[in-house]
């Protein structure tokens, strides 16, 4: 026993030593004791670890913000989930048994019901609150505004705040405590089965949600994505209703407390990089031909007003518009110059195509192509701008009213 800690006790306990405390702690369990050591350090080191990673993620996709496949992924409720994520690790800590219960670590309701289990919760609802933006606009084709939308969401958080305080408001002896004799923290069967069967509700409601969530195809759909987080959502609970009820002491096993500590940090930084690490390296990678591919497929499926109506994701840009050579411009101006003698405004060309302009807007040629039969009252849709041998996604209109030319996009 090279990690136990030979420092006396206070007067209010009954040991004089660590030593003295976990041989009387495995004579009442019947079981070895581990006490706290390096290796617990070792979990709370690698464990912070995994989350600088996702820390760096994070960084970058708010630093990339702008970036439309990262937008779409709602940054603010993902900072939202790694945060409640780091307070959900800071909970195990004392309550996986990784420290003494010393100090502000003896505060065992606290610990459990204000920071592990209130942030767990906190997790998942800000989960679902992401599913239920996707059903709304999707499957009910509502906005993702007004109290209608908040309101489930709002809900989840006040029940979980008052499950929180009821908790707080019970006695000791009926959900959580601490026994100073032993320096340990105590919890009853019947506070365990509550929570438990809080957090089955909660992943059950999100699972059948993402269930919902099916049939969305467009490059927006995150089915499969909610696939992985659903088996990371139902490994998690599995994994936490093994553990308690086979091994009801796990705090005072290594193996049992560094698996399940280590296990919750995986599903927790599991969960935010699916949601946002492929977007955040393609960003990196092929930044330019990944948001083209994305943007292709969303007008594809022809949901690009969906997008920009209620995720504040505009799905046009400098992306559309097309670089012309010197030569196709000289075409388009003749083409231009021959209409406006017959006294067309407007004229299809057919046959060129080129290559999407990088994303400098600033470079791109004067010569836009109209399109035959639009006219200054045409309306701006995503579904009637079709060109003969062109890209139509790719496209920036002109068109000329009393003179003044007027930019127009073509999605």
Request: charged content about 15%; aromatic content about 14%.
């Amino acid at each position: 026993m090279s990690e136990l800690r030979a420092t006396p006790r206070n007067a209010v306990g009954i040991f004089n030593s660590q030593e003295e405390r976990i041989a009387t702690l495995e004579k009442i369990f019947k079981m070895r004791v581990y006490p706290v050591g390096k290796t617990d350090t070792l979990v709370i080191g690698l464990s912070s670890a995994i989350f600088g990673v996702t820390f760096i993620f994070m960084v970058i996709a708010w630093s990339k913000y702008k970036y439309r496949p990262i937008r779409a992924k709602n940054m603010l409720l993902t900072t939202c989930m790694f945060f409640s994520g780091i307070m959900w690790f800071v909970g195990d800590i004392p309550m996986n048994g990784h420290v003494l219960l010393e100090g502000p670590w003896r505060l065992c309701k606290f610990w459990n019901v204000w920071v592990r289990v209130l942030f767990c919760f906190i997790y998942t609802t800000v989960l679902f609150s992401r599913c239920y933006a996707l059903d709304r606009v999707f499957n009910q084709n509502k906005p993702t505004s007004g109290w209608a939308y908040y309101a489930p969401s709002v809900l989840l958080f006040a029940f979980i705040i008052i499950y929180s305080i009821v908790t707080q408001a019970m006695p000791d002896k009926l959900t959580i405590g601490y026994r100073e004799d032993y320096e340990l923290c105590t919890t009853t069967d019947g506070y365990v089965i509550v929570t438990l069967t809080m957090l089955w509700a909660n992943w059950l409601i999100i699972i059948a949600m993402m269930y919902r969530l099916r049939n969305i195809q467009s490059t927006f759909n995150e089915f499969y994505e909610f696939l992985c987080i659903s088996f990371f959502g139902i490994a998690a609970m599995v994994k936490t209703n093994v553990v308690h009820y086979t091994h009801a002491k796990y705090p005072y096993t290594l193996g049992y407390r560094v698996a399940e500590t280590i296990g919750d940090v995986i599903i927790i930084n599991g969960i935010i990089l699916l949601i946002i690490g492929y977007p955040v390296v393609m960003s990196i990678i092929r930044p330019r031909e990944y948001e083209r591919e994305w943007l292709l497929r969303l007008r594809t499926d022809g949901l690009q007003d969906m997008y920009e109506g209620n995720f504040n994701v505009r799905t046009d840009g400098p992306l559309h518009y097309l670089r012309m050579s010197s030569s196709v411009s000289n075409q388009a101006d003749k083409a231009l110059d021959e209409s406006a003698a017959n006294g067309d405004q407007s004229f299809v060309i057919q046959g060129f195509g080129h290559p999407i302009d990088n994303g400098d807007s600033a470079g791109v040629n004067s010569g836009y192509f109209p399109i035959k039969g639009m006219s200054a009252a045409t309306p701006h849709t995503s579904h009637n701008h079709i060109m003969r041998g062109f890209d139509n996604s790719s496209v920036k209109s002109v068109e000329t009213i009393n003179g003044v030319a007027k930019d127009r996009h073509i999605l």
